[in-house]
């Protein structure tokens, strides 16, 4: 019986995803585990993997192509079997407009063909997005339908083009809204002309490669964050030698039984939580024209992989021990460099810690991760000759620049906050207190 290769649903917010590269061939003889082809979501790139031993039977479907999670986009059999396309069943009361519900194979069949359309297994029974309480059904893409409900549009009034005129996307919706405003309404000036693409001199170029993929959403989640925030930063010089102590403490008495060497990214993480608790405010997002303080306290830590810089999320940080927040960050920033974390695990953070200290940094800016209200860079802990009740000593010391969007928090603010934070990391006791 031919096993379908089907996208996985990953985590509450993800619908569609784009298929970016092939990483086996029609005809090809695949194992379980293999990856089958590479796919990117609005936040990260993973794999699908193969769903068990055959021969590969690709479906219609290319690099570049967007389809929903769950679709079927190949499937494993023998030499012999074709992705073939299963007979379209009417969509019900479905609006004419709207495209055929996905297919499902039947669990009685011994032999389920595939589809060129979309498919699921029997057991998963998607349901193409459609608008929260329609009578009649319309399909229409994530984005349009978010800025549907912020502008209140029944989305029967809109004239879908996407999908050969069976799906609504976002150039719908606005096209509607500027056909909706009122012609007494004020005109507004059009929109200066973009400045030409630059020209270069010319020069020999070694490897010219497309800005894609999860480069792409780099790109665009900084140009964002960069044009829409107004960022000051603050660097905060601190005794680090209670830090250091602390660390080698840890790892002397709790390595064997928490089953890692403790690190310094854990501790920072508590300390961030603690602070981020006591000072409310720094743990806020600006939505519109309100400023939101959020209720949990979600940590990300910024991790490089070969892909480009991805920051998993320690949830509910304050609330857990720096036993628990390390072993969570290595569970989860080690499936991130491998491309195996889900998106849900790379979202929602209310606050960024960047840590370049074992590349010999001593302090930089680094681009807020935007909507948070702030980033934390940390340096590198490096010994320094200090005045000590009036005796000159040598101590580690460590450099933390504070990032902070000026428009939700002002300097005096944010300083107490980075304070607060100095004192935790090298106060003895505190740092003790910190590991419950």
């Not at 680090?240 to 660390?247: F, I, P």
């Not at 806020?284 to 309100?290: E, I, P, V």
């Not at 370049?356 to 702030?374: K, R, S, W």
């Not at 428009?407 to 935790?424: I, S, W």
Request: hydrophobic fraction near 45%; include cysteine; glycine fraction near 8%.
């Amino acid at each position: 019986m031919a096993l379908d290769v089907f996208i996985p649903k990953l985590g509450q917010t993800v619908e569609e995803v784009t298929l970016l590269e092939w990483q086996a061939q029609d005809g090809q003889t695949v194992s379980a585990g293999q990856e089958i082809v590479q796919v990117e979501t609005d936040k990260t790139t993973f794999g699908v993997e193969a769903t068990g031993d055959g021969v590969l039977h690709l479906g219609p479907y290319k690099a570049g192509d967007v389809v929903p999670v769950l679709t079927v986009v190949a499937v494993i059999g023998k030499a012999g079997d074709t992705f073939t396309a299963l007979p379209v069943v009417p969509a019900g009361d479905a609006a004419p407009q709207a495209e055929p519900a996905p297919q499902v194979p039947a669990t009685a069949q011994p032999q389920v063909p595939a589809t060129a359309q979309p498919q699921v297994p029997a057991t998963a029974q998607p349901q193409v997005p459609a608008v929260d309480g329609d009578a009649e059904r319309v399909f229409i893409s994530p984005i349009a339908r978010r800025m549907a409900r912020e502008h209140g549009l029944d989305v029967h009034k809109l004239v879908p083009t996407g999908r050969g005129g069976q799906r609504v996307v976002a150039a719908d919706v606005e096209k509607y809204l500027s056909h909706s405003v009122p012609v007494a309404a004020p005109r507004v000036a059009a929109p200066a002309p973009l400045p030409p693409a630059p020209t270069y001199p010319a020069q020999a170029v070694r490897q010219s490669v497309p800005m894609s993929g999860i480069r792409k959403v780099i790109a665009e989640h900084m140009a964002q964050s960069a044009h829409t925030t107004a960022p000051v930063t603050l660097f905060m010089e601190l005794d680090a030698t209670n830090l250091v102590r602390l660390r080698s403490t840890l790892k002397a008495r709790f390595q064997e039984e928490w089953g890692f060497a403790p690190g310094y990214n854990e501790i920072l993480a508590k300390a961030v939580a603690v602070a981020l608790a006591q000072f409310p405010y720094m743990n806020a997002r600006l939505n519109g024209d309100q400023i939101e303080y959020l209720q949990s306290v979600n940590v990300g830590i910024a991790v490089d992989t070969g892909r480009g810089l991805l920051v998993p999320v320690l949830r509910s940080a304050d609330q857990k021990s720096i036993a628990e927040l390390g072993k969570e960050l290595r569970d989860l920033a080690g499936r991130t460099r491998q491309g195996q974390a889900l998106p849900d695990e790379l979202d929602g953070g209310t606050f960024t810690i960047t840590n370049l200290g074992m590349y010999e940094v001593d302090g930089f800016t680094p681009v807020i991760n935007y909507p948070q209200t702030a980033i934390l860079g940390v340096g590198q802990i490096s010994k320094q000759v200090v005045p000590v009740d009036g005796q000159v000593q040598i101590r580690d010391c460590m450099v933390l620049s504070l990032v902070f969007d000026h428009r939700l928090v002002d300097g005096a603010p944010a300083a107490r906050f980075l304070q607060y934070l100095k004192h935790l990391l090298q106060e003895p006791d505190i740092l003790l207190a910190l590991l419950r």
